[in-house]
C-alpha cells in the first residue's frame, strides 16, 4: 500500500476478510503472542541517515518516503531491492502488495537501464493512489488491482487472484498480504516460482517472523532447485531465494 500516509500499527482490513475461515482466525490468534515482538520493532523502519542514504542513491528528493515504518518495507529491505535491481538489472519484476517498495523498484530500475515492474494489491483505492504516486516522478510501473481469494497450492489463508503471467520473471518480491489473515499466507507465493528464469531471485520481507519462518522451512523442501539463505540485515529480515542455472 502506498507509504505517502502514515498508518497505524495494523493492517487495513479488507472485505475479502471474510473469507478467512475460524481455523485460519484461530491460528493467527495462537501466532499473534509471539509475533507481537516482531511486529514491534517493526515500527521503527530504518534510521533517519538510511532513509536520507536511500533516496540520495536514487536521485529521489527528501520528502519522497514521509512515512516508513508500520508494516512497511525498512531502510534496509529497500537498499537490498536497490542492491538487487543495480547488480542483477532484472527485466521482469513481480512484486505482491504495492506501495513504498513499488517508487524504489521502479526508480531503481530506470536508474539500471529498464525492467518492468507489475505489482499487485488488494485494495482498489491503493492501487490507484500508488499509480498516482509514482506518476508525479515520472516512473512507469504495472501497478495492478488484484482481490485476495482463497491461497492455492494447499496454502492457508488468502493470496491475490492473478492472472497467469509469462515465465522469464527475474524477481519476486513478496511484501504482503498482511500476517493478518494468516500468519503464513505469504507462502501462496511459490505459485509463481515455476515462472522464474535461470538465476531469477524470490526475496520475501519479514523473513523473522515465526509464520515467515514456517514459510521458509516448506519452500525449501518443495524446491531444491532454489538456493536459499537467511539475510538478516534491515529491521526484519529476509529470505532471499535464487534458481540455480
Same mark, same amino acid.
Given at each position: 500500500?502506498?507509504?505517502?500516509?502514515?498508518? =497505524?500499527?495494523?493492517?487495513? @482490513?479488507?472485505?475479502?476478510? &471474510?473469507?478467512?475461515?475460524?481455523? @485460519?482466525?484461530?491460528?493467527?490468534?495462537?501466532?499473534? %503472542?509471539?509475533?507481537?515482538?516482531?511486529?514491534?520493532?517493526?515500527?521503527?523502519?530504518?534510521?533517519?541517515?538510511?532513509?536520507?542514504?536511500?533516496? +540520495?542513491?536514487?536521485?529521489?528528493?527528501?520528502?519522497?518516503?514521509?512515512?516508513?515504518?508500520?508494516?512497511?518495507?525498512?531502510?534496509?529491505?529497500?537498499?537490498?531491492?536497490?542492491?538487487?535491481?543495480?547488480?542483477?538489472?532484472?527485466?521482469?519484476?513481480?512484486?505482491?502488495?504495492?506501495?513504498?517498495?513499488?517508487?524504489?523498484?521502479? +526508480?531503481?530500475?530506470?536508474? &539500471?537501464?529498464?525492467?518492468?515492474?507489475?505489482?499487485? *494489491?488488494?485494495?482498489?483505492?491503493?492501487?490507484?493512489?500508488?499509480?498516482?504516486?509514482?506518476?508525479?516522478?515520472?516512473?512507469?510501473?504495472?501497478?495492478?488491482?488484484?482481490?485476495?481469494?482463497?491461497?492455492?497450492?494447499?496454502?492457508?489463508?488468502?493470496?491475490?487472484?492473478?492472472?497467469?503471467?509469462?515465465? =522469464?520473471?527475474?524477481?519476486?518480491?513478496?511484501?504482503?498480504? %498482511?500476517?493478518?489473515?494468516?500468519?503464513?499466507?505469504?507462502?501462496?507465493? *511459490?505459485?509463481?516460482?515455476?515462472?522464474?528464469?535461470?538465476?531469477?531471485?524470490?526475496?520475501? @520481507?519479514?523473513?523473522?517472523?515465526? =509464520? !515467515?519462518?514456517?514459510?521458509?522451512?516448506?519452500? +525449501?523442501?518443495?524446491?531444491?532447485?532454489? @538456493?536459499?539463505?537467511?539475510?538478516?540485515?534491515? !529491521?526484519?529480515?529476509?529470505?532471499?531465494?535464487?534458481?540455480?542455472?
Amino acid at each position: 500500500m502506498t507509504s505517502r500516509e502514515q498508518t =497505524g500499527f495494523m493492517p487495513k @482490513d479488507h472485505a475479502s476478510n &471474510a473469507h478467512v475461515t475460524w481455523l @485460519d482466525r484461530l491460528t493467527w490468534a495462537l501466532f499473534a %503472542p509471539i509475533t507481537a515482538p516482531f511486529l514491534l520493532k517493526s515500527l521503527r523502519g530504518g534510521s533517519k541517515a538510511e532513509k536520507e542514504r536511500l533516496l +540520495k542513491r536514487l536521485g529521489l528528493p527528501d520528502d519522497a518516503l514521509p512515512n516508513l515504518g508500520s508494516w512497511k518495507a525498512d531502510t534496509g529491505f529497500l537498499h537490498l531491492i536497490v542492491d538487487t535491481i543495480l547488480e542483477r538489472k532484472p527485466a521482469q519484476v513481480v512484486e505482491f502488495g504495492c506501495g513504498a517498495s513499488s517508487l524504489v523498484i521502479a +526508480k531503481a530500475l530506470q536508474k &539500471a537501464g529498464g525492467g518492468q515492474l507489475t505489482s499487485f *494489491d488488494q485494495h482498489e483505492d491503493f492501487v490507484a493512489k500508488t499509480r498516482e504516486w509514482l506518476g508525479g516522478y515520472d516512473l512507469d510501473a504495472n501497478i495492478t488491482y488484484a482481490p485476495l481469494a482463497p491461497s492455492p497450492g494447499g496454502w492457508p489463508g488468502l493470496f491475490y487472484d492473478i492472472p497467469p503471467l509469462e515465465p =522469464g520473471i527475474d524477481l519476486i518480491i513478496v511484501d504482503g498480504p %498482511p500476517w493478518t489473515i494468516h500468519p503464513m499466507t505469504r507462502g501462496a507465493a *511459490d505459485q509463481l516460482f515455476d515462472r522464474l528464469a535461470p538465476g531469477g531471485m524470490v526475496l520475501l @520481507d519479514d523473513a523473522a517472523r515465526p =509464520g !515467515e519462518r514456517i514459510i521458509a522451512s516448506r519452500w +525449501k523442501k518443495r524446491y531444491p532447485d532454489i @538456493d536459499w539463505r537467511y539475510w538478516s540485515g534491515g !529491521e526484519k529480515g529476509t529470505l532471499i531465494g535464487v534458481r540455480k542455472d
